[in-house]
């Protein structure tokens, strides 16, 4: 019961705090973007190891991202290098009552304006689906059947059996699709089984 609660309010909360977030939006042109954010859960080694891969990916192509991590502990496991600048965490215990995250790291990494945002989480997670929602990030991608999708400029349908690498490599492939195409304009209500904007 308690925790029903908790969820209620918090989601009250959270379309509450971005309902009141204003941002420049972006189109989704990968070439013209330089930073990028990237939302994780990087409580297992396998998935940090692979978000590892798609930064360094972006980084060789000239973009500039930065990474915040959600440890589902209170501190880093042994295979979280020391925080730097271009990627960082937040923890379990930097969770309200209702699981809203707070801390200098978080607030920072909300009020960047990114070019573009992406939420590469598989299922839904307050922590990171609250900083998606309230980012000033220019645009915002994440999965369609994401609790916060009404956040997102950009969603993808994920197959039930999509994994992470799939899901990050299809929005840059999109992206670059999109690029290539060189529209000069992106009509909001045109979507496919993979996407839509």
Request: proline share 3%; charged share 25%.
């Amino acid at each position: 019961m308690l925790e029903n609660i908790k969820s209620m309010y918090g989601n009250l909360q959270l379309k509450r705090e971005a309902n009141k977030v204003e941002r420049v939006r972006k189109n989704p042109d990968l070439q013209s973007a330089g930073t990028i954010g990237i939302l994780y859960d990087a409580t297992t080694k396998e998935v940090f190891e692979l978000v590892k891969e798609f930064y360094l990916d972006l980084k060789q192509h000239k973009k500039s991202p930065v990474s915040l991590g959600y440890i589902d502990f209170n501190e880093a496991l042994h295979f979280h290098p020391l925080a730097r600048p271009e990627a960082d965490y937040f923890f379990k215990n930097q969770q309200n009552w209702y699981q809203k995250p707070s801390g200098a790291v978080v607030e920072n990494f909300i009020d960047e304006p990114f070019d573009m945002l992406i939420n590469l989480t598989l299922e839904d997670n307050f922590a990171i689906d609250y900083i998606s929602s309230v980012s000033k990030a220019g645009l915002k991608i994440g999965r369609a059947e994401s609790a916060v999708a009404f956040c997102y400029d950009m969603t993808f349908f994920l197959d039930k059996d999509a994994d992470l690498r799939s899901f990050a490599y299809m929005i840059i492939h999109y992206l670059s699709n999109i690029n290539n195409e060189k529209q000069a304009s992106i009509q909001r209500n045109r979507s496919s089984h993979y996407y839509s904007i």
